[in-house]
């Protein structure tokens, strides 16, 4: 348990800490940033000498310090699952013909495996929440959990304090409670959007604010939060992702084109997601920003990321598919000039400090947790939201401006080891675990 203490040998001094079992409430393992994230976290408490236990739907690989739920197969409980699962089904169907394209997920409170998941829970002093849609049911979870155990919830996008979308894209209707969803296609205001709404406020009105604390990685998003109806009562600390600085390092620059075939003497620009075809990640706005620099001699597009993005312009366009392996992903980085994340709206910027760590310069919207990597003049450049125009001027004075982006380079470097190490982030994390058990 917490109050157990051990000795820790750390750079030849024997440290006394406090010792915790803390669990990671994740949907997935690996997959999509915020898995990624929740998993650094995990194995950055690990070697601070903590417990740390992965609890998920989708397991992806075999480490012991990972557990997939396993719901139970008896005739009852797999008809109760269909019957549910039917249920949540149902009722984004009848959105299925109004729906937009262009966007991404909506998910429900609900979670086919209803009560039976809180069993199975391995015992704990902290449950930290990370993204947990189509794990967790709200309702029973927070009611049997919240009581008995503190509560970190690691926010890694809008949909805790939605009525269902991960994103708003501005809308801004989950601050009245949703209906007359844009992302459903609605003109009703009671429907599924509202019906959700109303149903998170219930739970959460039921949580003491003692008994959940919200962890942003951004300070955008931890306003957002601050200011939505549903969260606005409990506290909010930021704490940004951590990453493995030796893992995301810059490598040898020749050695990483010559690996990828990439010209030595192109300027590189890179673009990366784990689906490039998403609307918000912008990759339509870059294709236009790029087709106002196509006089610009040796300028290559270098794209990560699951699909394959159309790029109209004459600028050729080398696209790597997805990558999920952080030291290969590292020498991609590292063949690059810049990054470019023209996201429309953006949680955090995990790819930009991806970049950032492999001392690769950053060019982006000010937009979301962007800025708060994205340091104008420091460690990137900012364009205005949506201003293309803008953008390509600031792709235009990186890629052509050596010494700047050399200088760039080592302050993106510097700062990454300061304030996104995974140590460092860890550190927080168990000061404000400490610190919620203190007032348990």
Same mark, same amino acid.
Request: with cysteine.
């Given at each position: ?14 440290? &006394? ?8 409430? #994740? ?17 950055? !408490? ?6 740390? =236990? ?22 009852? #409980? &797999? ?17 299925? !013909? ?34 947990i849609a189509g794990l967790v049911d709200y309702g029973t979870f927070f009611d049997r959990v919240s ?6 919830? %690691? *926010? ?27 992302? +459903? ?6 429907? =599924? ?18 008994? =959940? ?29 951590? +990453? ?48 106002? *620099? ?5 300028? !290559? !597009?270098?794209? +990560? ?14 696209? *790597? ?7 290969? =992903? ?18 955090? /910027?995990? %790819? ?6 492999? @001392?690769?310069?950053?060019? @982006? ?11 104008? /003049?420091? %460690? ?47 550190n927080r994390y168990v000061e404000l675990y400490e610190k919620m058990l203190v007032q348990s």
């Amino acid at each position: 348990s917490w109050h157990c203490s051990c000795d820790i040998e750390k750079s030849g001094r024997v440290i &006394r800490t406090t010792v915790m079992m803390v669990l990671h409430l #994740s949907t997935y393992h690996f997959q999509g940033g915020a898995a990624r994230a929740a998993h650094r976290l995990h194995r950055g !408490l690990l070697r601070q000498g903590h417990e740390s =236990l992965m609890f998920v739907a989708v397991k992806g690989s075999e480490d012991p310090a990972v557990t997939a739920y396993e719901p139970a197969r008896d005739l009852c #409980s &797999r008809l109760r699952r269909s019957l549910r699962r039917k249920q949540i089904t149902r009722s984004l169907d009848r959105y299925l !013909l109004s729906r937009p394209d262009g966007y991404e997920l909506f998910s429900d409170y609900r979670s086919e495996y209803g009560s039976d998941l809180p069993y199975q829970l391995p015992d704990c002093d902290v449950i930290n929440v990370h993204w947990i849609a189509g794990l967790v049911d709200y309702g029973t979870f927070f009611d049997r959990v919240s009581a008995q155990i503190p509560i970190v919830w %690691t *926010l890694h996008d809008m949909n805790p304090f939605t009525g269902g979308c991960h994103y708003d894209l501005g809308c801004g209707r989950y601050s009245e409670g949703c209906g007359v969803c844009p992302q +459903l296609g609605s003109i009703d205001p009671g429907d =599924l959007s509202h019906r959700i709404w109303k149903h998170k406020q219930r739970i959460f009105e039921r949580i003491e604010p003692s008994r =959940l604390h919200i962890v942003s990685p951004s300070h955008w998003l931890a306003g957002e939060s601050s200011h939505s109806a549903l969260m606005g009562k409990y506290p909010v600390s930021i704490i940004p992702h951590g +990453l493995e600085i030796d893992d995301f390092a810059r490598r040898d620059r020749s050695v990483a084109r010559d690996t990828l075939k990439v010209p030595e003497d192109a300027k590189v620009v890179l673009f990366a997601a784990n689906e490039v075809g998403v609307k918000r990640k912008g990759f339509d706005l870059l294709a236009q920003a790029l087709s106002r *620099l196509e006089s610009i001699s040796r300028l !290559l !597009l270098v794209s +990560l990321g699951e699909g394959r993005p159309a790029l109209n312009t004459q600028v050729p366009h080398l696209h *790597l598919g997805y990558i999920d392996n952080d030291r290969f =992903l590292s020498l991609v980085y590292s063949a690059a000039d810049v990054l470019i994340i023209p996201s429309t709206q953006e949680a955090f /910027g995990q %790819t930009a400090l991806e970049a950032m760590a492999c @001392g690769i310069p950053i060019v @982006g919207f000010a937009v979301g947790g962007i800025p708060d990597i994205v340091r104008p /003049g420091i %460690t990137g450049l900012l364009a205005p939201l949506e201003d293309v125009r803008a953008l390509a001027a600031a792709i235009e004075e990186l890629v052509n401006n050596d010494a700047k982006r050399e200088e760039m380079s080592s302050n993106c470097r510097r700062i990454a080891i300061q304030e996104y190490a995974l140590e460092v982030q860890a550190n927080r994390y168990v000061e404000l675990y400490e610190k919620m058990l203190v007032q348990s």
